[in-house]
Nanobody, 120 residues
Framework: QVQLVESGGGLVQPGGSLRLSCTASGSIISINSMGWYRQGPGKERELVAVITSTGATNYADSAKGRFTISRDNGKNTVYLQMNSLKPEDTAVYCC??????????????WGQGTQVTVSS
């Protein structure tokens, strides 16, 4: 069983910053990648950013230049630093982990999400 603990969401004014964090624990042999997705009101879920175990990153176009994903492999934790936030960034942000677990099979697991609201 795997647990993901997300934190860092909240209410911020346009132009402000937030830092999300997500820590994975449980029956994990190794983590292949961790990332963040979001789903805004009336919108489909979309990838925000992902980082692999080697540090390779991929960002949505909307996140490039404003968001930075990073990872602490020793703590099985991923961070999403979000700067210059806009109202359209308002969404539930979900952490996801792609890992090797029981029987050396690969699995993915999703967190419950943390709300980010950008509003004046």
């Amino acid at each position: 069983q795997v647990q993901l603990v997300e934190s860092g969401g909240g209410l911020v004014q346009p132009g402000g910053s937030l830092r999300l964090s997500c820590t994975a624990s449980g029956s994990i042999i190794s983590i292949n990648s961790m990332g963040w997705y979001r789903q805004g009101p009336g919108k489909e879920r979309e990838l925000v950013a992902v980082i692999t175990s080697t540090g390779a990153t991929n960002y949505a176009d909307s996140a490039k230049g404003r968001f930075t994903i990073s990872r602490d492999n020793g703590k099985n934790t991923v961070y999403l630093q979000m700067n210059s936030l806009k109202p359209e960034d308002t969404a539930v942000y979900c952490c996801t982990v792609y890992y090797t677990g029981a029987y050396y099979k690969t699995y993915d697991y999703w967190g419950q999400g943390t709300q980010v609201t950008v509003s004046s």
